[in-house]
């Protein structure tokens, strides 16, 4: 898990919601492209290829001269950043003395902006890192946003002198909702518009945050699954979507998950969106059923229409008793907050 997690930001610079790394100045020692990996650092004692001794992160060779090391990266989606996260795990005599970072609001996250691409926006001075560690840093509040109004699309992080770094995390906003599908629907619950998973009650074997990125978990890791239940109850998980909106149709894809599916689900929800998460988990218990108990399959698409129009701004997604399911899609319109 991340060190440093804000609970009201996604990481736009997660692999998983489709950031890119795009160039560096080196990578001798560490791939760039694990800086980016969403899953937690690990250290192999004894794994070695043939430049030198194997690290799961980004680590370039030992400079020679007066320069620093350089990465570029997409965002997942064009956002506002509230937090930055540079995890140094496992870099103990490795690890660069400093690290800033530079912000560009493109046209699009499709770009390719060179490192001297004169748009590029200082957003963290360099600042002292601690080794093995999670250091978490504040943009300028002046910066969170570009200074015409759009929307930040890549990133561009210099390490002084050189060094490696484990994960880079970029805490902030989308700054739109997904498209719409061609029936005018949007995807409400996608995190790539800002949809969260704030509670639940079980993680065991694979994160609910899951549920909500784009495309379909390859593994069954890649979804939400819970431990094998020995008790009364059920499993829950509760969502606040990207926008409220009146939602027409639900997806419930338990492709991956044969002899673990789980046997029924249901779907409650609340419009109140000024609703504290804290007090989500309480109040779900008064919530109004969306999606009466349905049936569900092993390593199947199901979709449902709700059991009648609703306006909401959370949801509660019941599984029954236990089990997996890779992604939870919810599709509506957006409505206006007032």
Not at 42 to 71: A, I, L, Q, T
Not at 118 to 126: C, D, E, K, N, S
Not at 131 to 150: K, S
Not at 281 to 286: E, T
């Amino acid at each position: 898990m991340p060190i440093f997690a804000p609970t009201a930001a996604i990481n736009l610079a997660s692999r998983a919601l489709g950031a890119r790394t795009l160039s560096c100045s080196d990578d001798f020692f560490g791939a760039l492209d694990r800086l980016i990996d969403d899953a937690p650092p690990v250290f192999v004692p004894g794994k070695y290829d043939d430049n030198g001794k194997w690290m799961d992160g980004w680590e370039s060779r030992r400079r020679r001269d007066d320069g620093h090391d350089w990465c570029v990266l997409a965002l997942a989606a064009p956002g506002h950043i509230d937090a930055i996260e540079i995890d140094t795990r496992h870099f103990t005599g490795n690890f660069p003395a400093a690290a800033g970072l530079w912000a560009l609001a493109g046209d699009s996250v499709a770009e390719t902006p060179a490192a001297d691409d004169p748009r590029w926006r200082r957003i963290l001075a360099p600042s002292a890192l601690k080794g093995d560690a999670g250091n978490a840093f504040m943009p300028d509040a002046a910066v969170i946003a570009a200074a015409d109004g759009r929307a930040w699309t890549h990133l561009k992080l210099d390490i002084f002198p050189d060094g490696g770094v484990a994960r880079l995390r970029v805490y902030g906003r989308p700054a739109s909702l997904p498209a719409p599908r061609a029936d005018g629907l949007v995807e409400l619950s996608s995190a790539l518009g800002g949809a969260r998973a704030i509670a639940w009650n079980d993680a065991h074997y694979g994160d609910p945050r899951h549920l909500l990125l784009p495309g379909l978990g390859e593994r069954m890791e890649d979804g939400w699954e819970t431990r094998r239940r020995r008790e009364p109850g059920h499993d829950w998980c509760i969502i606040r979507l990207g926008t409220p909106g009146r939602v027409a149709f639900i997806e419930i894809d338990t492709r991956r998950f044969k002899g673990n599916y789980p046997d029924t689900c249901s779907v409650q929800g609340v419009m109140a969106p000024r609703m504290a998460d804290a007090a989500c988990v309480p109040q779900s218990l008064f919530w109004a059923d969306v999606l009466t108990s349905r049936k569900l399959g092993p390593d199947a698409f199901h979709g449902f229409e709700p059991d009648a129009p609703a306006i909401l701004s959370h949801i509660r997604f019941n599984i029954f008793p236990d089990g997996g399911v890779n992604r939870l899609r919810i599709f509506g319109t957006p409505c206006a907050v007032e």
